[in-house]
């Protein structure tokens, strides 16, 4: 027979514990940058052979990551509803920023918001991990607020169908 307390259970679920690390990290120390150009192949090397502009002031990151249509039917012969993956779509994602007019990287994305070119968008983590994707700015706004709030900017980014490439530390 095994005799437990509530002890030794209490003990070896912190054991457990301790022996679990995270993997997950924040989004403090975050670095977007901008390009006016678009690398020549859709890879880490085309992407990594670009100069960019440090956005400053980034704020919020908006999502990214790939959604795909639903495609629904029904036959006569069955009750329940048949799923099939449509085609997909890139999100619009949107970078929130403290405004600050006199800063390289937004006046480029202020600029590209003006423009129908594509631009390459670099975000860098703090564990070292990169996204890399290219799309058009399709706005470029000031934000409203109260007396007590910061000034603001938000542009919305199109992702280009291709996506964004992954790059691990």
Partial sequence: AIRLNWHSICMHSLALEDSIMSNGITLAGTIVSISAGVPATYTEVGFEALTYTVVGEVSN????????????????????????????????????????????GQVLVKAASQSDADYAFKVAYQNGDVDYFQGKVFSFVTVGGEANTVRTVSANIRIDRQGVVEVLA
């Fill in 61 to 104: 990151l908006g999502d990214t990551g790939r959604t795909y249509e639903d495609v629904s039917y029904n036959t006569l012969g069955e009750r329940g509803t048949v799923h099939l993956k449509g085609t997909y779509d890139e999100p619009e994602t949107t970078f929130e920023m403290i405004a600050d007019r006199a800063d390289a």
